[in-house]
């Protein structure tokens, strides 16, 4: 009746495990910095591997010219390039984490428990 106790007991302590790496990790990911930019530099943004935009810089130049559409238009493409360089950071750290397991749906999941939304 017990027997599978064991087991349980393994489980869960592995469970505790993993849950202090995605911790670790997590911090690991707020401390990432990568840079996007557009307009041959004119705009430049960083985010952290949890996505978060920290920063943006535009140049003097694009600021006196005042075009509000190109300057809107930049912004998306340099928060854009930002976001999916975190996201293949953030990628590479999840198949540490794992191992290098491709196991479906997992980094969607640890994603969601990091709380990067993905």
Same mark, same amino acid.
Request: charged share 25%.
């Given at each position: ?11 869960? %302590? ?15 990911? %707020? ?19 949890? =996505?978060?935009? @920290?920063?943006?810089? @535009? ?10 559409? =190109?300057?809107?238009?930049? =912004? ?20 540490? @984490?794992?191992?290098? @397991? ?17």
């Amino acid at each position: 009746m017990f027997k599978g106790l064991g087991g349980l007991g393994a489980l869960l %302590k592995q469970a505790q495990q993993i849950g202090g790496k995605m911790q670790q990790l997590n911090e690991e990911l %707020k401390q990432q910095r990568v840079k996007g930019t557009a307009g041959g530099e004119m705009v430049e943004v960083e985010v952290n591997g949890l =996505l978060e935009v @920290l920063h943006c810089r @535009l140049s003097e130049q694009l600021v006196r010219e005042g075009d509000r559409e =190109l300057i809107e238009d930049l =912004l998306v493409a340099a928060v854009n390039q930002a976001i999916g360089k975190a996201k293949q950071q953030h990628a590479e750290s999840m198949k540490q @984490l794992t191992g290098g @397991l491709e196991l479906p749906g997992m980094e969607e999941t640890l994603s969601k428990l990091l709380g990067g939304e993905q």
